[in-house]
């Protein structure tokens, strides 16, 4: 089998709704589901497969996509937090110096020889998630309100409010592809090309949400292995949502042994289940698919055996197990040191990175102000040059004026039209090098190439010759080598502001400097 890692970076908010109701507050998973990963191939690779093909990537079972579950600052994975944890209630159980690491001494679990307290009052750890270190993941989720568009008025329409909670943009995930070995060997390369780059997932991606950007590496299979001293008794964590099937191929709640192809019996007291149900959507065929009924990722099943799991057991078990385990359910931990253990003991909780400390350089706020203030100094170095460059712009419509006798009042060189067009060209989001093309073609339309000398301005309004010292420079000229004074510069900003204060010269009054309102614009 091989096995690929999928690295999921949101560019922009993700919506991924947790329940089809559309009735009450929405809802969204706090992880990227393996069934929208499917669905991203199966967009853009379905139609190209053949039958044969189609069947095994998308029905056969053969190709798994996981769930991508968060990655903590430092690129770990985590996993979602057991329902096995308990702590007292009202206790804190975070690190009291570093709040985003769980006290591991605080957290209770029923797998200690003398199990849960019972002279206190626990309180279930449901939320978030935990990586081997210890640190408490809890993906970031917004909400945004909307309103339908009355397509009579083009306004809103009434009593059509609504709202989508989604994931926060700027944060990672990562999932695990698995690629059986008895598929065709063109298919893997296939697949993971089909989720390299940018990909579109989750609801409402015709507006502003969605885009990710995925890639895609093959690396070699790391599942936790099982402690074969305890596989009499297996305790399983549910690192996704399972869905189970009894004897009469009905979905159930309860996971007897049997579902697991074991024999033994259920142990209630060192179990924690919770359930949910939902209708997955159907973006092709535009419907929901049916129900689905599932014990929630994080749950935690321990099975007494009436004999000790084989090996094949267990590798059985560590591929997957149950319904939709190509839509990323079905994956599992088993006998993971952080349950079966007395308390759960983290690596490295001791010695926290010192790229997880609050550092006042990483903190919003002051990379905020820090860019404002630089965006000041930035601002107040290019009015500066676009004052030097209007002085000089005045002193050469003087000298064309008197160089070929003309009165003040009289229009000459590049009017409001022609510097209307250079802003225009500046302000688009353009490198400095296509801008300085794009100027080529405004003073020498119809002729590419660089213009070298004045003689190759061949625009009569730019052409003007100004007669400045006594050379034979013109303004176009003039411009393409202002403009290749200032490309190191934001070029593009300097010759926009400037073009603004060109037209009001054409306007028969005088500019005054640049005002920080325009240098903002």
């Not at 952080?338 to 400390?357: M, Y």
């Amino acid at each position: 089998m091989k096995q690929y890692k999928v690295t999921l970076a949101l560019e922009e908010d993700v919506i991924f709704s947790a329940r089809s109701a559309t009735v009450g507050a929405h809802q969204t998973l706090d992880y990227v589901p393996g069934a929208a990963l499917y669905g991203a191939c199966a967009a853009k690779l379905y139609r190209t497969l053949d039958a044969e093909e189609a069947f095994d990537v998308f029905h056969s079972g053969k190709v798994r996509f996981g769930n991508g579950l968060p990655l903590d600052p430092n690129g770990a994975e985590s996993y979602p937090m057991p329902f096995a944890w308990h702590v007292i209630k009202g206790d804190e159980y975070r690190n009291a110096a570093y709040p985003d690491l769980l006290d591991g001494a605080k957290i209770k679990t029923p797998f200690s020889e003398i199990g849960l307290p019972q002279d206190f009052q626990l309180k279930q750890l449901r939320e978030g998630y935990v990586t081997t270190t210890g640190r408490l993941v809890k993906p970031r989720t917004t909400f945004r309100m909307k309103t339908a568009i009355d397509l009579e008025t083009g306004t809103a329409a009434q009593a059509q409010l609504f709202g989508y909670a989604a994931l926060e943009a700027g944060q990672i995930f990562q999932a695990t592809l698995q690629i059986d070995s008895d598929i065709s060997d063109e298919l893997p390369g296939k697949i993971c090309n089909s989720l390299q780059g940018f990909i579109r997932l989750g609801r409402s991606r015709s507006a502003q949400y969605g885009t990710v950007s995925c890639r895609v590496e093959e690396h070699e299979q790391n599942l936790k292995q099982p402690r074969l001293q305890y596989s009499s008794q297996l305790i399983f964590w549910l690192i996704s949502d399972l869905a189970l099937r009894n004897e009469y191929g009905f979905p159930t709640f309860e996971p007897l042994a049997a579902c697991f192809g074991l024999k033994g019996k259920l142990n209630w007291e060192k179990t924690f289940l919770r359930f949910r149900r939902y209708s997955p959507y159907n973006a092709y065929r535009r419907c929901y698919d049916q129900e689905r009924q599932v014990i929630q990722q994080g749950s935690v099943i321990c099975l007494d055996l009436d004999e000790e799991a084989t090996e094949d057991d267990l590798i059985r078990l560590r591929s997957g197990l149950g319904d939709y385990r190509y839509n990323g359910l079905g994956s599992m931990l088993i006998n993971d040191d952080l349950l079966i253990k007395e308390l759960p003991e983290f690596t490295g909780n001791a010695q926290r990175n010192d790229s997880c400390a609050e550092k006042p350089g990483n903190h919003k706020l002051f990379q905020w102000i820090m860019a404002q203030g630089t965006r000041n100094d930035e601002n107040s170095q290019i009015g500066k040059k676009v004052d030097a460059l209007l002085d000089d712009l005045r002193c050469l419509y003087s000298s064309a004026r008197a160089y070929v006798a003309q009165q003040e009042n009289m229009d000459i060189g590049p009017g409001k039209t022609q510097w209307g067009r250079v802003m225009e060209v500046c302000k688009q989001n353009l490198s400095p090098q296509d801008l300085l093309e794009k100027l080529h073609g405004i003073v020498r339309p119809g002729k590419p190439g660089e213009i070298m000398s004045p003689e190759d301005v061949t625009d009569e309004d730019w052409g003007t010759l100004t007669g400045l010292e006594g050379e034979r420079t013109n303004f176009g000229f003039w411009l393409i080598k202002r403009f290749q004074n200032e490309i190191s510069v934001n070029p593009g900003k300097i010759f926009a502001l400037l073009s603004r204060q060109a037209i009001n010269l054409n306007d028969k009054h005088e500019p005054g400097v640049v005002s920080d309102k325009e240098m903002n614009k």
